[in-house]
């Protein structure tokens, strides 16, 4: 069913070329109005031009008015002329845009590293881009995609009216501090900016930062918020909602990582704080040896134990407890349990781990996939 985008957004979406397939590879996010925004991007500390771009822009505190997206080609490590290239790929659709600053276009770019930007493409493509505005969001989700097998679309409405549109991208090179995914969320509430970035960082670490695929951090990843302040709404049930969808997004983030067959939740309690809880969460989704034993339907919960005790985080373990799907495996030493019976539970396109850490109240969540064979080979032949 086609998603209708909140009051006071457009979105567009073309095949610029970028993609060897011809689908679509060029996305376009607009407003008439000054758009409130929050932003987060990737630790690693190779960034492509998009994301140091858009952190400079966040610095001045100024709203923006778009946001222009490339995927297919990451336009990282090319040097000076990707700098420049980014800069001229901005320009582009300003001009289209008859938006006088250039600053107030934001731009991501994802795909391959290393490649410069085809500009002369993309060039062509703004006025195409830019006629093809409308009110609905799917296009633009399809074409921010790269290994994606499906697109990630996320909506919600307030009770006064107010709505949230969530559109994300992500499949491989997954991890914390963010991932190779793009996400970002849409909404017409009235909001003021230094509230919403207040509260951003904390919605992304407890959501976008609880994903891991594959343990590799990517250099163009970045969570973008951006407000039209159309529809007044109550402050607490918006903060509420942004959260939820972003929570979503990143389940749905996932559930589509390279090569899975199911998603993964790792619930921790029983932590001495909220951030032990989330580090020990993203322990276990992250360990291979977990990912592969969930993939075979394997019970194995020494791996899940010993991927706690590498995590470093403050637990009892005398107290220590482990369920799988709802059944308690793990307390401090084995419980009993039917390892046919729970190897049959196992399989399903969800599993569920529980672990009580036995040493506080806080708790913590982190969302991930199996490791299958074809993980191996999407990325073994990603660019041949």
């Known amino acids: 069913m086609a998603i209708t985008l909140p009051l006071g957004f457009q979105a567009a979406a073309l095949a610029a070329g970028i993609k060897p397939s011809g689908k679509p590879d060029l996305a376009l996010i607009y407003s008439p109005f000054p758009l409130q925004w929050a932003f987060t991007s990737t630790e690693n500390l190779v960034k ?36 420049w290239d980014n800069e001229d790929f901005a320009g582009a659709i300003a001009q289209a845009l008859g938006i006088v600053k250039v600053q107030d276009v934001l731009t991501a770019s994802t795909g391959v590293v290393g490649r410069r930007l085809p500009i002369d493409k993309l060039r062509a493509a703004a006025p195409a881009l830019v006629e093809a505005r409308q009110e609905l969001v799917d296009p633009a989700a399809e074409a921010i995609m790269t290994t994606d097998s499906r697109s990630k679309v996320v909506a919600a409405t307030l009770r006064g009216g107010a709505r949230i549109i969530g559109l994300a991208k992500g499949s491989g090179m997954i991890h914390p501090n963010m991932a190779t995914m793009l996400a970002f969320i849409l909404t017409d509430a009235v909001v003021a900016q230094e509230t919403l970035r207040g509260w951003w960082g904390k919605i992304v670490e407890s959501t976008f930062n609880q994903v891991t695929v594959d343990g590799d951090t990517s250099p163009n990843d970045m969570a973008i918020v951006l407000s039209s302040n159309q529809v007044y ?55 291979p040896l977990v990912k592969a034993a969930a993939h075979g339907n394997d019970p194995n919960w020494g791996r899940i134990l010993v991927a706690i005790g590498a995590a470093g985080v403050v637990c009892d373990l005398a107290n220590l407890a482990i369920s799988l799907q709802g059944i308690t495996v793990y307390q401090g030493s084995p419980t009993p349990f039917d390892p046919g019976q729970l190897s049959r539970q196992m399989a399903t396109e969800e599993l569920r781990i529980t672990v009580n850490l036995a040493a506080g109240t806080a708790s913590g969540v982190a969302w991930g996939c199996d490791l299958s064979a074809e993980y191996v080979k999407v990325n073994a032949e990603y660019t041949t």
């Open 233 to 287: 709404c109550e402050e607490r049930e918006l903060a509420q909602a942004l959260e939820g969808v972003a929570q979503r997004l990143a389940q749905q983030i996932a559930r589509d990582g390279e090569g899975a067959t199911k998603l993964i939740t790792v619930e921790v309690t029983g932590a001495r704080s909220s951030r032990d809880a989330r580090v020990a969460a993203r322990a276990v989704v992250r360990s």
């Open 48 to 83: 492509a031009p998009c994301v140091t771009r858009n952190r400079s822009r966040y610095s001045s505190g100024q709203p923006v008015r778009a946001l222009v997206v490339n995927s297919g080609n990451a336009n990282c490590a090319t040097g000076e002329q990707g700098i």
